[in-house]
């Protein structure tokens, strides 16, 4: 088994990752102490050396906090996972490097995704705003095209610093407008450690499994640089799955996502159209109860629904055969209509603020 980086596919067989990769699990005493739904609830699931972030957390020492998300579409609430962590560790005490990455979502998309960089750019800014909505600040992200060249004269020098036959070895191919959008990446995550901006210090970075191939590469280039960086850390998170039974939230299968720019109308007829772990008949239901372990609107609630209480009541009352899923999908549409709403009004306020960032 290899991790695609660039596929959609969700990863399901987590122990054998776990065991191939080399990843340590969270422990229920950081996932404790950091106190976020995402930890508590398991969708943090391990680690590639998050302790020294941790000890610099607990000493209220600076760290990176440095994530990217290529500006290849609107995004879902899948890519807002990606948005709560990051502004998880804002919260924290974090520097941070909050990467639009427009030119790696167009070297590396087919064109029939993202035709051009003119393309990407108009995305970015529809991820801006989705951004500024949720609470960064133009001063916590950046443009890949509109960065600085000691970032370019980086992301070269990166270049020499790993060989053909490494990177085929890691990504199983060389195709040049994926390693041209790889080398941005790293520099993307180690860029944060030179003397031109803070200096070496931890940095953490969130991703999904099926993009560990990246940090292993990410850490394998920080090993042969002549700046004495510390190594990136890396925490990994389940990926929401599609409403759909099947794959992943995406952005390339428009009726598996929520997207943070959908209507509230049509928001609400993806919930009252995914799949459930609901019986055949409501008599089945009330007599075995309901499946919330494979139910695509409790995902959507374990992901989204900040009241642990609320999640919780809905568990039991499914499993108790108490609620029917009619009603059970009713009260999800209810706080994620709430949401868009309300997060539709600020990214709106935000338009002039987004195109400042993306265009200078
Ligand atoms: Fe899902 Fe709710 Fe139905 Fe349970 S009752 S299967 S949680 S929709």
């Not at 750019?121 to 989705?130: I, P």
């Not at 990926?239 to 992943?248: D, N, P, R, W």
Request: net charge positive; hydrophobic share 35%; proline share 3%.
């Amino acid at each position: 088994m290899s991790l695609n980086p660039w596929s959609s596919d969700a990863v399901t067989d987590y122990d054998y990752v776990f065991k191939e990769f080399g990843l340590s699990k969270f422990s229920e005493k950081i996932s404790k102490e950091l106190d976020h739904l995402l930890f508590r609830r398991g969708i943090v699931i391990a680690h590639r050396d998050f302790q020294r972030v941790f000890d610099r957390i607990a000493l209220k020492k600076p760290f990176i906090n440095i994530t990217g998300i290529a500006s290849s579409g609107h995004y879902h609430f899948g890519h807002k996972v990606d948005l709560d962590l990051f502004i998880f560790f804002k919260k924290c005490g974090a520097r941070n490097y909050f990467s639009i990455s427009d030119i790696d979502a167009y070297t590396s998309r087919p064109d029939d995704k993202v035709s051009s960089l003119d393309d990407s750019k108009q995305f970015a800014v529809d991820n801006v705003a989705d951004a500024l909505a949720l609470g960064l600040s133009p001063k916590d992200m950046y443009v890949q095209s509109n960065k600085e060249t000691r970032f370019y004269e980086f992301a070269f020098e990166l270049s020499k610093k790993i060989t053909h036959s490494t990177f085929k070895a890691i990504y199983g191919h060389i195709d040049l407008g994926k390693v041209s959008a790889n080398l941005l990446q790293y520099a993307d995550i180690m860029h944060g450690q030179l003397k031109e901006y803070e200096g070496s210090m931890p940095s953490i970075t969130g991703i999904g499994l099926d993009q560990d191939p990246h940090a292993r590469a990410t850490r394998d280039v920080a090993r042969r640089l002549p700046y004495n960086l510390e190594l990136p850390s890396f925490i990994y998170f389940r990926h929401q799955s599609g409403l759909q039974e099947g794959s992943k939230m995406s952005a390339s299968q428009p009726n598996t996502a929520i997207f943070l720019s959908d209507s509230p109308k049509a928001a609400s007829k993806k919930i009252m159209g995914c799949f459930t772990g609901g019986r055949e008949t409501a008599e089945k239901q009330k007599k075995l109860g309901g499946r919330p372990e494979i139910c695509k609107k409790y995902e959507l609630d374990l992901f989204h629904l900040e009241d642990d209480k609320k999640l919780k009541d809905i568990h039991d009352k499914c499993k108790a055969g108490e609620r029917l899923c009619g009603q059970c999908k009713q009260l999800t549409c209810e706080y994620v209509c709430k949401f868009l709403e309300s997060h539709q009004k600020k990214k709106k306020k935000n338009m002039k603020k987004a195109e400042k960032v993306v265009f200078g």
